[in-house]
């Protein structure tokens, strides 16, 4: 039996949203397909300030956010072939399904009907799912990535549900030479799918509200800084150019989502991976007639994009920009968060005993 002891940073009422205190919780039932990690880092995802504000509705409280977890195994299942104790490996968004219909068949399961989430769900005997603040998680291997040796685990974390949310939809839309890949918003999202996008070849280029963000995109290796208005002059020049455009945007209003529509070449797809709490803006059938350009999103990734993606980032380098706080400190990560004080992404290192 494993010696860990699950306790976390939680948040028991979300009109008191950035006040944690330490719990300890029950885990799930350890099964035979199960890998038990000791975490040592978690990144702070957009998700994590929606979910503990209330933002995407109810949660049960008290709540451990947190589903971007690198650590090392404790302990296997008897049926785990993938990893064993000591092993590094992390853990995204996801850590259930029901592995047995046509999504989980087909290197889908990120769209599985019976999702369980890493957090702010359940598991099939009831016991709440409880993320990444905190000492130790079990997930089942399906759920759990390895993480190549040249990958340091700080640099893994929060690629985990941040760089995983953007790289599947740059790999399903064929980003890649040749390809003209628009990224909307320049935070923890649109860094990453401006790093990755780079990485797979494709000719990228950045828009962002935010002046002051221009030399830091430019340094990431966008080839092309937009600096976005809100009459949309911005897109005239751009017309039916782009193949792809994936938006990371987490406020809805003043969208010019027309102007964004506009610049793809014909059937070029928009990708909305942000997910505001408020609806999208209006928009007519007659905003998809002149190219014929489709809207749609993208559900976090699979397991094989995740393995593909962390292999990508330790053969090229890639390095997140992040900013490391002890996991104490979620308090200040998550206000500084919400309030857009970050470049580019929190995260978090284990300081429970």
């Known amino acids: ?4 002891e699950f306790k976390g940073y939680a948040i028991s009422d979300p009109k008191k949203w950035n ?4 719990i300890e919780f029950k885990p799930k039932a350890f099964q035979d397909t199960d890998v038990e990690i000791a975490i040592t880092h978690c990144g702070v995802c957009g998700s994590d300030v929606h979910t503990i504000t209330g933002g995407w509705g109810e949660a049960p409280f008290p709540l451990v956010p947190g589903h971007e977890i690198v650590g090392k195994v404790t302990r296997v299942g008897s049926e785990v072939k993938g990893f064993k104790v000591g092993d590094r ?34 598991y099939p005997d009831g016991i709440s799912t409880q993320g990444g603040y905190s000492t130790a998680i079990r997930g089942h291997e399906q759920f759990v990535f390895p ?39 320049i935070g923890g999202l649109g860094h990453y799918a401006i790093l990755f996008g780079k990485a797979l070849g494709a000719e990228m280029y950045a828009f962002t509200h935010s002046k002051d963000k221009i030399e830091d995109i430019k340094k990431m290796g966008a080839d092309h800084v937009v600096v976005t208005d809100d009459e949309g002059e911005f897109a ?28 793809l070449w014909i059937h070029g797809h928009f990708v909305t991976v942000g997910l505001p709490d408020k609806p999208l803006p209006q928009l007519s059938a007659f905003d998809f007639c002149p190219n014929g350009c489709y809207l749609g999103s993208s559900a976090i990734g699979s397991k094989k994009e995740a393995v593909e993606m962390l292999q990508l980032a330790a053969d090229r380098g ?27 992404r929190f995260v978090l290192t284990q300081d429970l005993a």
């Open 1 to 4: 039996m494993s010696s860990v």
């Open 19 to 22: 006040d944690f205190s330490v």
């Open 147 to 185: 993480i190549p040796e040249n990958l340091e685990s700080r640099h893994a974390a929060s690629m985990l549900c941040g760089g995983l949310t953007v790289y599947s939809p740059l790999v399903r839309n064929g980003a890649g030479p040749g390809k003209k890949v628009g990224v909307v918003g």
């Open 89 to 122: 490996a992390g853990i995204g968004a996801q850590i259930g399904s029901c592995y047995s219909c046509r999504a989980c068949k087909s290197d889908n399961e990120n769209y599985c009907s019976k999702s369980i989430n890493t957090y702010a769900s359940k």
């Open 236 to 263: 005239k020049d751009l017309a039916m150019s782009l193949d792809l455009i994936i938006s990371t945007r987490d406020v809805a209003e003043g969208m010019p989502l027309q102007q964004y529509l506009s610049m």
């Open 318 to 344: 890639i390095k997140p920009w992040i900013e490391e706080l002890p996991m104490k400190d979620a308090k200040q990560a998550v206000e500084r968060l919400k309030r857009n004080d970050v470049k580019y």
